[in-house]
């Protein structure tokens, strides 16, 4: 039986940490950046730098994914300034494929200075339980505090997952972390100028999903698991979810409606009811530009009271980060599609893919809600001085009259009320028709927009 081909190689004579070369994943070849961290504890020189520059440089000339597989102790410091120069010819080179090419990164070891900050200008990052990082390492960071942390206190996976955003994905090992990045590159275009390819078309777009009918709560204020909407709605009820850990009042999946990737952002009630705060305006953000330049229609699930209230939320920029959100949809050019499933309060539902800021089209649950806020809250504003007593009927009436879809349908913010079963079926002719929409971009070197 005549063995298989061995996977070009870049730069493979040269000695070094950092190995480079083409393999098959997903649904066709990327680009593999290993650092090999059994030498040198995987310190990077400045070949190792210019090992990582040609990856990257070959990865946006051949339009294929880029993948760094990583376990660095930092700069080689016998190199000195050299290394340093290395770093930063990789890190520019990886900078250079952003929007280009999906960039995901695995982390299966430490990663530290240098090494840690490639980390985010990655688009996805998985880390492994035996990964940790960190700019500065926990000696210093005593020295300069005097609290003394653990490396994985510090910069390990579940803290990243959970605290700083970074970890997209948790994985056991190396293999499984592998086997995540193939899963996610087969939802993926090879670059930019492409389209994800169709998967599967098995599961009929028109299939009704009638336990939508009962999956929101009778009472206003109880809970549910937005994830099964998101599920129900994606073809075999299968979505992978990213940065799930991390700001988990709101989801963000990739799946597929009709053999098409799909984005899917949405509230999540379980969670702080739904509300956005800085995190979760942050991961949003992130989400939808991904989306965007991957060329992933958006599938958004609205169902929030509003941003969360806080000085402390207010002092840390509670302004400029919410405006991520906003500034993201604004500018998104996929196809989007909003569907209201219960709450829809105020800035929140302005940020959330609304009408105003250009979704394509929206749809709602007979029980969606659509309002500046909450019953209660109006009647505090517009009735402060009423008694205790009239403010339920207040309440009430209020309810009544603006707490429904129907109004924002007349003024055309909603396209159409529609049966909850029907929600599959309505999105995916929804996706069918704006297919071949497109979007005239303006000529300008870039946007600003709030960071």
Same mark, same amino acid.
């Given at each position: 039986m005549p063995t298989a081909a061995p996977a070009p190689a870049l730069r493979a004579l040269v000695r070094g940490t950092?190995?480079? =070369?083409?393999?098959?994943?997903?649904?066709?070849p990327a680009i593999v950046v290993r650092s090999v961290?059994?030498?040198?504890?995987?310190?990077?020189?400045?070949?190792?730098? &210019?090992?990582?520059?040609?990856?990257?440089?070959?990865?946006?000339?051949?339009?294929?994914?880029?993948?760094?597989?990583?376990?660095?102790?930092?700069?080689?410091v016998s190199e000195g300034i050299d290394?340093?120069? *290395? @770093? #930063?010819?990789?890190?520019?080179?990886?900078?250079?494929?952003? #929007?280009?090419?999906? %960039? &995901?990164?695995?982390?299966?070891?430490?990663?530290?200075?240098?090494?840690?900050?490639?980390?985010?200008?990655?688009?996805?990052?998985?880390?492994?339980?035996?990964a940790f990082a960190f700019v500065s390492g926990p000696a210093m960071v005593e020295e300069f505090t005097g609290v003394r942390l653990g490396l994985r206190q510090l910069g390990g996976t579940a803290m990243h997952a959970r605290s700083s955003g970074l970890c997209a994905i948790e994985a056991d090992t190396e293999d499984d972390a592998m086997a995540h990045v193939h899963n996610l590159l087969s939802l993926l275009p090879a670059n930019a100028d492409e389209v994800a390819p169709l998967g599967p078309l098995d599961d009929p777009t028109d299939r009704a999903v009638p336990a939508l009918r009962e999956v929101i709560p009778s009472r206003t204020t109880s809970s549910y698991?937005?994830?099964?909407?998101? +599920?129900?709605?994606?073809? !075999?009820?299968?979505?992978?979810?990213? @940065?799930?850990?991390w700001s988990p009042q709101l989801v963000t999946a990739i799946g597929r409606i009709g053999g098409r990737s799909?984005?899917?952002? +949405?509230?999540?009630p379980q969670a702080l009811a739904g509300t956005l705060d800085i995190a979760?305006?942050?991961? =949003?953000?992130?989400?939808?530009?991904?989306? !965007?330049?991957f060329n992933l229609s958006l599938v958004t699930l609205v169902d929030t009271p509003g941003f969360l209230p806080g000085k402390d939320l207010e002092w840390r920029g509670m302004i400029r980060h919410g405006a991520e959100l906003a500034f993201a949809y604004a500018e998104a050019t996929v196809p989007r599609?909003?569907? %209201?499933?219960?709450?829809?309060?105020? *800035?929140?539902? %302005?940020?959330?893919?609304?009408? =105003?800021?250009?979704? !394509?089209?929206?749809?709602?649950?007979?029980?969606?809600?659509?309002?500046?806020?909450?019953?209660?809250?109006?009647?505090?504003?517009?009735?402060?001085? +009423?008694?205790?007593?009239?403010?339920?009927?207040?309440?009430?009436?209020?309810?009544?009259?603006f707490l429904t879809p129907w109004e924002a349908a007349e003024r055309g913010?909603?396209?159409?009320?529609i049966d909850p079963a029907d929600t599959r079926s309505v999105v995916a002719r929804a996706l069918d028709a704006l297919e071949s929409s497109r979007e005239h971009l303006p000529g300008r070197k870039h946007t600003i927009g709030p960071l």
């Open positions: 950092v190995k480079a =070369g083409i393999e098959e994943l997903g649904n066709g961290s059994a030498l040198r504890r995987g310190a990077l020189s400045l070949e190792d730098g &210019i090992t990582i520059k040609e990856g990257a440089d070959t990865a946006l000339s051949l339009r294929i994914p880029l993948v760094l597989v990583l376990a660095s102790s930092g700069a080689d290394s340093l120069h *290395g @770093w #930063g010819q990789g890190a520019r080179a990886i900078a250079a494929c952003s #929007g280009m090419v999906p %960039i &995901i990164a695995v982390v299966t070891g430490p990663a530290i200075s240098g090494p840690a900050l490639l980390l985010g200008i990655a688009d996805i990052v998985v880390m492994t339980s035996e698991d937005v994830r099964n909407v998101a +599920a129900a709605l994606a073809d !075999d009820h299968d979505v992978t979810e990213l @940065w799930s850990r799909v984005g899917f952002i +949405a509230n999540q979760a305006s942050q991961k =949003g953000a992130k989400f939808v530009r991904f989306c !965007d330049a599609v909003c569907v %209201i499933l219960r709450k829809a309060f105020g *800035g929140a539902y %302005i940020v959330m893919d609304s009408r =105003g800021l250009g979704n !394509d089209l929206c749809f709602a649950w007979p029980c969606a809600e659509i309002a500046v806020m909450g019953a209660q809250g109006a009647v505090q504003i517009l009735h402060r001085r +009423a008694a205790p007593e009239q403010r339920a009927e207040l309440q009430a009436e209020y309810t009544e009259r913010f909603v396209d159409e009320v």
